[in-house]
Every structure is written in C-alpha cells, then in structure tokens.
C-alpha cells in the first residue's frame, strides 16, 4: 500500500507570494492533518479536513487555508506569505480521524520564503 | 502555551543501554499519548501509543510509561541501537470529539552510540 506522499518536496517563494501545497493520502484514508514543523517549536497542528469538512483548527492566521476534495487528496494554500512561513509542512492521514486512530505522515514540504 | 513539553532537547547514550525519552503535558483533557521517530528528511513515523486507563504499554524494545497523577510519560528504549539514533516527539490527543488533532512536544534528539 502506497504511503502518504507530498508535492512538491522542495519549494522556494519570496514574501507576498501565495503557495499550494498538496497532499494524497493513503488509499481508504479519510482524515486529513496538516502540520508546521519550525526548529525549536516541534509540531504545530494547522487542520484538518476529513471527508471534504474542515473539523479541526489550530491557531494559525487566516492567510493560511486548505481543502479536501472528495477522493481525499488535501491542498493547503498560504496567502501573502512572510519570512516566518519558511518551515517543513507536514501532511498526515488516518483512516477515521479518531485520537486513537494512528496518523502516517508523508515525508513533508520544506518551504523557503525569501 | 506548550501543553507538551519535552524539556531534554538531545540525549546522548552508548549502544546497549537504556535510553529514557521524558514528556510532560499540562491538558487534563488527554486521553491518549504517542511517541513519533523521525529522521531527518522524512516525516515522523508512528513508534508506539498508550491510553490513558493504563500505565504501562511495552512493543518490544520500547516502553512507555504513563503517570497521570504528575501528567508525565516516558519512552523507555531498552537496549538501545545505533539504528535508534532520530528525533523523538512525544504527542497527546485528547477525547474523540476532537478528531485526529495531535498536540507535540519539542522533540528530542537521540545519539546512541557505538
């Protein structure tokens, strides 16, 4: 079975562009997460999305969104981005989404905002 | 405000002996504990998990022990390998109305030594 994968792996923008990150989970998956990973701050819940619903939040200004179309797949999409941007994000999928249901993470896109 | 907190950000240890990964939350509302590996240019993978009615969960080498009483959790590595040396985050969840959300630690990152 195909793990979750990421596109792109690697993306490089300066401040005040947008950017859209995507997200196939693996196959059966319902759930949806999307993480930030920055040094020193571990992993900072973004959302998640699951059967095209957005049901969770974090607590992330509004230039940051995302959606969840209806085979699964996720996109999240940053807004006017700025210098502080610049992280690995994270995607991971689960079957139902339920807090003892185990998340498998794809390997992340590293964005650089210049 | 750093619900988990993994105050010990590496740890060094020769091949063979015990390494102990510790985490501390502040969220009486979790229920469910996991501890993550990840190398470096992959996304975390899944290590091993603990309910909250228990104590004590054991997957072969690995150990995690949970006191609720001084909301604290342990990662117990017994014998440790070089193979082991990654950055463990630790994450909580709390009950199901909140869907897949996981709340991380720092992380720590572990050296085994030859």
């Known amino acids: 079975k195909a793990g979750v994968t990421q596109t792109p792996r690697y993306l490089i923008k300066t401040r005040g562009q947008q950017v859209t990150l995507s997200c196939s989970p693996i196959s059966g998956h319902r759930s949806v997460s999307w993480y930030q990973q920055t040094p020193g701050q571990g992993l900072q819940f973004l959302f998640e999305?699951?059967?095209?619903?957005?049901?969770n939040k974090g607590n992330f200004p509004g230039r940051f969104s995302g959606r969840q179309f209806s085979n699964s797949r996720s996109e999240m999409n940053v807004s006017t981005l700025e210098l502080g941007d610049s992280a690995l994000y994270l995607c991971a999928s689960s079957l139902e989404g339920r807090s003892f249901n185990e998340q498998f993470f794809g390997p992340g896109t590293r964005l650089t905002v210049l | 405000d750093q619900q988990v907190k993994q105050n010990s950000p590496s740890l060094s240890v020769q091949e063979g002996r015990i390494s102990i990964l510790n985490c501390d939350y502040t969220n009486s509302m979790f229920d469910y504990f996991l501890w993550y590996k990840k190398y470096p240019a992959e996304g975390p993978t899944f290590l091993i998990s603990?309910?909250?009615?228990?104590d004590k969960n054991e997957d072969g080498r690995f150990t995690v022990f949970l006191n609720k009483s001084a909301k604290h959790l342990s990662l117990h590595i017994v014998p440790s390998q070089p193979g082991d040396s990654a950055v463990y985050f630790c994450a909580a969840s709390a009950k199901e109305t909140s869907g897949s959300r996981l709340t991380f630690g720092e992380g720590t990152q572990l050296t085994v030594n030859p």
């Open positions: 999305y699951f059967s095209e619903t957005q049901r």
């Open positions: 603990i309910s909250s009615i228990k």
